[in-house]
């Protein structure tokens, strides 16, 4: 269900974006919208064209990965408000490589990419920077998770 | 590669950074310095500010752990890629280090200093969004590769969790990929190291899809590797025997051996116990139970190098009496030309196959025979090597039913040799998976455990009932090494 056109700035929800240019900011908080989605809902098919950030607002977001005929496995959850999907829309090929679905009833922020395409490219650069980011602090959590779990593997189940 | 063009021809031809202009490689590769780093070394640490971006030229750079750390992709993650942008993390925002990054070995790379690069992209918006869109593409894929170890760490074989791999991927790829062909050569032993070579090739390729697969696919064929590398010593051993010159002994071919299986075993995961449980000289007739060889460890010509007497023979005798022992083995079949090949040369006690002689009068001859070819070694001192179980089986059923052969042998030697029993385990294992365990129990001789060792059936007795049940717990403890 859609609430709308969003009265939350991207500032406030996802970190490093106040390091982005403040025209870039405003065009986006301008464009995004923030959606109620029911558990289950899927946000991005892998594989799939991406034309949007996907930002978690509130809920559960789950990640999940079809590795060849294993069917979608879960490879990671999140709560953590901020978090952002979709980063393939930045780049040349522009598709999803995992799916991302609602785990539980949540809420999310849907940041149309087509203003930083159509900016100037600096919007990129910064946009890339600050998502990528996020995905390598990503890669650290899941390591350290995994340091302390190594023996028995948490959050990676059938889906 | 000292000189800018020589660097500029490196530059261009990294297809890791096909995204990038030539314009954009030229800038690099004009402001690169040279930087080397010794094994240990730390090139930049956890939480630190990123100073620079450093393109791996030759070497190995470890993130996060500590060199000898294990690299499994999930927690430590090892480059080794030529033209790796290393320290990447740190260009991204928040501007810091996620990792330590330390070399581990000795390290050659090329550094442009973070100023150049922040310089250039206020100047050329196109190249901040190319360079930065090569970041995204890095932090990306390293994410990707974490999400592939959770999925492929499920998998109780590297080489299917590899075939998946390149099965996800196969729609990416060109029809005529090098990489579909790396199933195939993972699931032969003799062509295990086809398949490294052709994937270090496809990673140092120029298309960049098919050396990301080659990275993560060399990523999890570590444990294989390390097999390979056993595999390959295993060959060595081999034909260290079957092909050693005519005027070369036994003794010596024996000797030559043990080092070549010290050799091999130093790269294994093992623990002995017990080995001051040893008596002090050499002479002694010493039992295990024996274990399936793995079926990735048969050779080319089908022959299976044991590993658990092996192991014996040259980790804990030839260690400790610095002598080779002499095995009892059986005698090869009809069709085991490499069986023959390799034994015929070692000068072992042989006893008679399933094929061997049938009338009682032969058998009865060779059994004399075996006595007296088994008294001479221990009388000269040298260690006698006999599985009392006659076939191999599972480290979880080990030992089988103990045959009474080996300790009539013993009981009836003059003098009489000491019986040391030693348990083996997880010898029938993988050996990128397994630990391999060995017990050395406490030494015995037949006269102090039976009051007749010359009576078949109190020998019998003891055995069945009395050491059977021990020697179980043995094999127990060994597989319980850690």
Redesign the interface.
């Given at each position: 269900m859609e609430v709308g056109s969003s009265s939350m700035s991207l500032v406030d929800l996802m970190p490093g974006a106040s390091a982005l240019p403040a025209a870039l900011v405003c065009e986006l908080d301008r464009w995004s919208t923030v959606h109620d989605v029911a558990a289950g809902t899927v946000l991005l098919r892998q594989r799939a064209v991406i034309e949007d950030l996907i930002v978690l607002v509130c809920g559960r977001i789950a990640t999940l990965v079809d590795f060849a005929g294993t069917g979608d496995l879960v490879v990671e959850t999140t709560e953590e408000p901020g978090r952002v999907f979709g980063w393939s829309g930045l780049n040349a090929l522009g598709r999803a490589t995992a799916t991302v679905r609602a785990d539980t009833d949540s809420r999310i922020m849907t940041v149309p990419l087509i203003p930083v395409h159509d900016g100037p490219p600096g919007w990129t650069a910064a946009l890339c920077g600050v998502v990528a980011g996020a995905l390598a602090d990503r890669t650290r959590e899941l390591q350290v998770r995994w340091s302390g779990a190594a023996d028995a593997p948490e959050g990676i189940e059938d889906a | 590669m000292r000189d800018v063009a020589a660097v500029r021809r490196w530059f261009t031809g990294l297809a890791l950074l096909e995204?990038l202009q030539g314009g954009d490689r030229d800038l690099l590769a004009e402001h690169a310095t040279w930087v080397t780093l010794q094994a240990g070394a730390r090139l930049y640490g956890q939480g630190q500010p990123g100073s620079a971006l450093w393109f791996l030229v030759e070497g190995e750079i470890v993130l996060?752990g500590k060199p000898g750390d294990a690299v499994d992709g999930?927690?430590g993650l090892a480059i080794t890629t030529p033209g790796y942008p290393v320290g990447?993390?740190g260009?991204?925002?928040?501007g810091r280090h996620?990792?330590d990054a330390v070399a581990a070995s000795r390290t050659l790379l090329l550094r442009v200093a973070r100023e150049v690069i922040d310089d250039r992209?206020r100047a050329d918006?196109?190249f901040?969004?190319r360079?930065?869109?090569l970041?995204?593409?890095?932090?990306?894929t390293?994410?990707?590769r974490?999400?592939?170890r959770?999925?492929?760490?499920?998998y109780d074989d590297e080489t299917d969790a590899v075939?998946?791999?390149i099965?996800?991927r196969?729609e990416e790829l060109r029809v005529t990929s090098a990489l579909h062909r790396i199933p195939g050569y993972l699931r032969s032993r003799p062509t295990v190291a086809d398949a490294f070579r052709a994937l270090e090739a496809i990673r140092d390729g120029e298309d960049a899809l098919e050396a990301e697969i080659a990275r993560e696919a060399l990523d999890m064929l570590a444990g294989v590797r390390r097999e390979l590398r056993v595999y390959l010593g295993l060959q060595r051993a081999y034909e260290a025997v079957a092909s050693a010159p005519r005027d070369v002994g036994p003794a010596e071919i024996r000797a030559r051996t043990c080092r070549a299986l010290v050799d091999l075993f130093t790269q294994t995961e093992y623990r002995i116990a017990g080995l001051d449980r040893l008596p002090p000289t050499s002479g002694n007739v010493v039992l295990c139970n024996h274990l399936h060889s793995h079926p990735t460890n048969r050779l080319p010509n089908g022959f299976s190098l044991i590993l658990d007497t092996h192991f014996v023979s040259s980790m804990i005798l030839y260690r400790t009496y610095g002598q080779p022992p002499v095995r009892v083995v059986r005698d090869s079949h009809w069709n085991e030309a490499g069986h023959a090949r390799y034994y015929e040369r070692l000068g072992y006690v042989m006893v008679p196959s399933s094929e061997g002689p049938t009338t009682a009068a032969q058998r009865a001859e060779r059994y004399e025979r075996f006595v007296a070819e088994a008294s001479a070694a221990l009388r000269t001192g040298q260690d006698l090597i006999i599985c009392p179980e006659g076939c191999p089986g599972t480290t979880a059923s080990s030992p089988g039913r103990l045959r009474i052969g080996a300790f009539q042998l013993a009981a009836r030697l003059d003098p009489e040799p000491m019986i040391v029993p030693v348990a083996l385990a997880n010898f029938d294992q993988r050996l990128s998976r397994a630990v391999f365990g060995a017990v050395v129990a406490e030494p015995f001789r037949m006269s102090d455990v039976v009051a007749d060792p010359a009576d078949r059936d109190q020998v019998a007795r003891f055995v069945n009932d009395d050491l059977a049940p021990r020697y179980r717990a043995w094999v127990r403890e060994a597989a319980a090494l850690r």
């Open positions: - | 995204q996060g999930v927690v990447w993390d260009m991204v925002w928040p996620r990792w992209c918006e196109g901040a969004a360079l930065h869109q970041l995204l593409w890095l932090a990306a390293q994410l990707r974490q999400h592939t959770l999925i492929t760490s499920r075939a998946a791999l099965a996800s196969a």
